[in-house]
C-alpha cells in the first residue's frame, strides 16, 4: 500500500469531525506538540484492514468518540508536508495523509480531557460573513493589495475570492482557495512557520499543526458546498427540531445570514421535514413548533438540498 517508513514514505489518516455547539459550527481537535490539531493516525498496511477502520479506531482512542457516517475528503501528498524545514533529498521524509470528513448531532463534551471541540469560525475568521465582513477582513485585504503590488493576475485572484466589491460575490464553498491565497501570499501564521521565518503572532486565526488547517478547509468547503445538494445538515441536528434551530445551523456552517422566509419556504419546498405536532418551548418566548426529518432514504429524494437564500 505504501513505501515503508525507513524509505521516506509514511501514510497517516486525518478526520474532520464537525458538529454544532451553542449555535456555532464545531471541529473536533487534539493538542500535537502543544498546536491545534485535527485527530491524526498512522496508516499500517500490515495491521490495519482499510483506511476507514483505521481511521474510527485512532478517532474513537484519541477523543473518546465513535464515527458514524464517513466520507474521504481528499489525499495530501505535497513534499515536506509535515515537516518542511527538513534537508531535501532521498532521506527526507515523505508524509502522505487521506483526510475524512465525519458529522456527528453528538457535540457532548468529549469524553478523553484532551479532546476539545473548537468552533470553526475561530479558525477561518474571514470566512463569517453573517453580520457582514469579518473585522479582520480588511487588514487582509491590505496585505493581498500589498502582495499583489499591481500585479492584475494576483488582483483578479484576491477580487474573485474575497469580493471585496461588486460585481464580484462571495462564494461560501471556495474555503480552501481562500486559505492557499493567504498562505501563499504569507499571510497566515503557518506561511511564517513553513518558510522558517520569524512567527506571524499577529496572523488571523488560529494556526493548526502540520498542513491541517489545509485539511480542515478542505472540509468545510465540501460541507458548505453539500448544503445545497445534499441533506447532509440534518447529520448535524438532534432527531426534533426549530426550523430557527435548522436555520442557525445552516448560518453557522456557511458563514451566512439568511433571510428567514425564503428560507423556510424553501426548506418546504424540499419535503425534508415533518411537523411532530410538538411545541419547544426552549426558544425563550413564544414556543415554536418541533420538526423532524423524513422518514427513510434522504439520499432518494428528488430534491436533495436545502436553500441558502442569503440576506447579501
Not at 175 to 198: K, Q, S, T
Not at 228 to 249: C, G, H, I, N, W
Amino acid at each position: 500500500m505504501g513505501l515503508p517508513a525507513e524509505q521516506g514514505v509514511r501514510i497517516g489518516l486525518s478526520a474532520v469531525v464537525i458538529a454544532l455547539r451553542e449555535r456555532k459550527a464545531c471541529v473536533l481537535t487534539t493538542p500535537a506538540d502543544g498546536a491545534l490539531a485535527l485527530p491524526f493516525g498512522p496508516f499500517d498496511p500490515g495491521r490495519d484492514r482499510t483506511f476507514e477502520r483505521a481511521l474510527r479506531d485512532f478517532v474513537t482512542a484519541q477523543t473518546g468518540f465513535r464515527l458514524g457516517f464517513v466520507e474521504q475528503l481528499y489525499t495530501f501528498g505535497d513534499l515536506g508536508r509535515d515537516s518542511p524545514r527538513a534537508t531535501p533529498g532521498p532521506e527526507r521524509r515523505r508524509e502522505v495523509s487521506v483526510g475524512y470528513l465525519a458529522l456527528t448531532a453528538d457535540a457532548a463534551e468529549a469524553p478523553l480531557a484532551e479532546a476539545r471541540w473548537t468552533p470553526v469560525l475561530d479558525i477561518f475568521p474571514w470566512e463569517d460573513r453573517r453580520d457582514g465582513a469579518a473585522a479582520c477582513l480588511q487588514p487582509l485585504l491590505a496585505g493581498l493589495a500589498a502582495w499583489s503590488a499591481g500585479d492584475s493576475r494576483r488582483q483578479g485572484r484576491v477580487d474573485t475570492l474575497f469580493a471585496p466589491a461588486t460585481p464580484h460575490r462571495w462564494n461560501e464553498g471556495r474555503v480552501l482557495e481562500r486559505y492557499e491565497l493567504l498562505y501563499e501570499a504569507g499571510l497566515v501564521a503557518e506561511a511564517a512557520r513553513d518558510r522558517d521565518r520569524p512567527n506571524l503572532a499577529d496572523g488571523p486565526g488560529r494556526a493548526m499543526a502540520s498542513d491541517h488547517r489545509r485539511i480542515l478547509a478542505t472540509g468545510l468547503g465540501r460541507l458548505r458546498s453539500k448544503l445545497k445538494y445534499r441533506p447532509v445538515l440534518f447529520d448535524l441536528m438532534p432527531p426534533t427540531f426549530t426550523l430557527s434551530e435548522l436555520q442557525a445551523a445552516a448560518e453557522a456552517v456557511a458563514g451566512l445570514s439568511l433571510h428567514k422566509q425564503n428560507f423556510r419556504r424553501g426548506v418546504e419546498r424540499t419535503g425534508l421535514v415533518e411537523p411532530t405536532g410538538r411545541l419547544s418551548a426552549a426558544t425563550g418566548g413564544r414556543p415554536a413548533e418541533l420538526f423532524r426529518t423524513i422518514r427513510g432514504d434522504l439520499s432518494a429524494a428528488e430534491t436533495l438540498g436545502l436553500p441558502l437564500p442569503a440576506l447579501r
